[in-house]
Each structure stands twice: as C-alpha cells, then as structure tokens.
C-alpha cells in the first residue's frame, strides 16, 4: 500500500449480476461497499503469494471478484489476493471479508443481452440458423440435384397446407395448432470482399452460418401456423443451395395453449427453406413465404 494511505472501506464488484428494467435485460456489475474493522483484511492481503506448488491441485475454476480499498477523500487502489500454491485465493482474506459488514449496494448496466421487445415476445436477443447435416452431402455433389444458380431444386408439385400421404410418425403434428410463436432475426450481409465477422463459422465450399439479431417477435394466426405445418409434414429434399439468409423465422407451434417441443426455422430469402429441429430442409413454397413474410414485418 502507498505510504499515508489509510483505507476507511472497500468495495467489492460481483461481475455476475443480471439487470432488467424497461429496456430488457443487462449483464452488469453490482457494487457492495463493506465497512468495519479493517486491520484483519488490510493483514490477509500484505501476506506474500506462496510458491508454485508443483503438486496435484484441484480443478475447479475459482471466481474472484475485484476488491478496491478506498480512503477518506475517495481515492482508491486495487487490492490483490494472496495466492496459495496452486494460484487459488487464500482463506484469510475471504475470511476477513466475511467479517466486514455490508454498508450499500449499486447495480451498475453494462451490455443489453436481451431487448425488452424479445423478452415479451420470449424470443432470443440472437440466434445462430440450424446446421444440417445433409447440407454438406449434397453441396458437395451439386451434379446429383436439379440446384441452378444458387436456387433450391422445386418440386414438380409444391408443398400445400394439405397433409402428405406419406409421412413418418415423429413428423405429425396436430391439425388444430393454435398458431405459432414466431421470431424474426436479421443478418448484416458481409461486406464484398471483406472477411468473415466474429459471428460467423464457414466451412470453405459447404456451408456458411451466421448469428442473426432479434428484429421482432409475434404470433401467427392459427391458419397460417397449419400452412407452415403442412410444408413441414413433407418429406425433406437434398439441399442444393449454398446461399445464406439475411432474414429468417425462427418458429414453435402452440396446441392446447401450450408449446410444443419442436422447432422450425423459415429462410425468408436465401434459398427459402424450412427445416424442423435443425434437420431436413423442404422447399419453402412462395405464397407461404410472402405471407409469412407480411405477417411478421415490422
């Protein structure tokens, strides 16, 4: 410690705080300032770091939260924590800690995790587009499907709200859905030429994924939910496209008034498919498009 400095409290910052207000949700830091006798704290912390310990140490990950010692005019200094062997904090200064009384409490915002609108909505401030495992398989043989220019190969006959006459038991889904939450997430195309951004994870020649951010959020009209239903009861096609969308749905049926434990994601553009649980993409049929499209524009 500076010679003349003599600390009347300390404040220790808990990093993990979560605070929601008007604007949503923040990831934040609460500050607790704790008064008492000092002398015991102020002794733990002049103790001297310990060797390195070259025995077996435990492996959990310990979080330290940062302790400042602050005087009477405010000025303050960063304390640091003794470290026994195996660079884990020693007891006595969490011990004195404990001793110290907690005087005030700040809860300080740092970063929006989650904007009002998506927590109303319960949707995610972000979410990363569903990764099939057949897309690598059929872009990699772009020969073997009718796929041209980037577009997905059409069936002869499009999909219709109308059930398939064949379809797996696992993919049957109610005929009388209450609808469908729906979450609608934008992603800033990359700049021509410029690198790939920190969102996003490519694999050169196959498939390329990007974090879209929250945008709106909603609930379809029952019929329109049995439109998105009766596409995806189709059986899913080799996916022939590479293109990726800037504008996707991210949508959960409702039945009985409750959710049901599957999810599909509808490209808006791109190569306008729907896929189910991340698995299996089917052709997303144009007028189902422009009407999901409509319904969940701002």
């Known amino acids: 410690m500076p010679a003349g400095f003599t600390p009347v409290k300390v404040v220790r910052c808990e990093l993990m705080a979560s605070i929601e207000d008007a604007e949503g949700r923040w990831s934040g830091v609460t500050e607790a300032t704790l008064t008492g006798d000092l002398a015991p704290l102020l002794a733990a912390l002049s103790e001297p770091d310990d060797e390195?310990?070259?025995?077996?140490?435990?492996?959990?990950?310990e979080l330290v939260p940062p302790l400042?010692?602050?005087?009477?005019?405010?000025?303050?200094i960063h304390a640091h924590y003794p470290r026994d062997g195996c660079a884990k904090t020693?007891?006595?200064?969490?011990?004195?800690?404990?001793?110290?009384?907690?005087?005030?409490?700040?809860?300080?915002?740092?970063t929006l995790v989650e904007p009002r609108a998506a927590l109303d909505s319960g949707c995610r401030a972000e979410?990363?587009?569903?990764?099939?495992?057949?897309?690598?398989?059929?872009?990699?043989?772009?020969?073997?499907?009718?796929?041209?220019?980037?577009k997905s190969p059409v069936p002869s006959t499009p999909p219709t709200s109308t059930p398939p006459t064949k379809t797996p038991p696992t993919s049957t889904l109610p005929t009388d859905l209450d609808g469908m939450r729906w979450c609608r997430y934008a992603?800033?195309?990359?700049?021509?030429?410029?690198?790939e951004s920190s969102g996003t994870a490519a694999m050169t020649g196959a498939i390329?994924?990007?974090?879209?951010?929250?945008?709106?959020?909603?609930?379809?009209?029952?019929?329109?939910?049995?439109?998105?239903?009766?596409?995806a009861a189709f059986e899913p096609v080799p996916r022939s496209c590479d293109a990726t969308a800037t504008m996707f749905l991210v949508l959960v049926p409702i039945h009985g008034g409750?959710?049901?434990?599957?999810?599909?994601?509808?490209?808006?553009?791109?190569?306008?498919?729907?896929?189910?649980?991340?698995?299996?993409?089917?052709?997303?049929?144009?007028?189902?498009?422009?009407?999901?499209?409509?319904?969940?524009?701002?």
């Open 127 to 150: 979410w990363t587009a569903p990764f099939d495992e057949e897309r690598l398989l059929s872009i990699s043989s772009t020969d073997s499907f009718p796929g041209i220019g980037g």
């Open 187 to 195: 992603v800033e195309p990359d700049p021509s030429g410029a690198p």
């Open 258 to 298: 409750h959710e049901l434990e599957m999810t599909f994601t509808a490209e808006l553009d791109g190569c306008e498919l729907l896929s189910r649980d991340g698995s299996g993409t089917r052709p997303l049929p144009d007028d189902v498009r422009e009407l999901l499209t409509a319904q969940t524009a701002l």
């Open 90 to 110: 020693k007891p006595a200064a969490r011990d004195a800690l404990a001793g110290l009384t907690v005087r005030e409490t700040t809860a300080m915002k740092q």
């Open 52 to 61: 390195k310990w070259l025995g077996p140490c435990t492996a959990d990950m």
């Open 208 to 231: 390329t994924l990007r974090t879209g951010q929250f945008v709106a959020g909603g609930t379809l009209d029952p019929a329109t939910a049995q439109l998105v239903a009766g596409v």
């Open 68 to 76: 400042w010692l602050v005087d009477a005019t405010g000025a303050a």
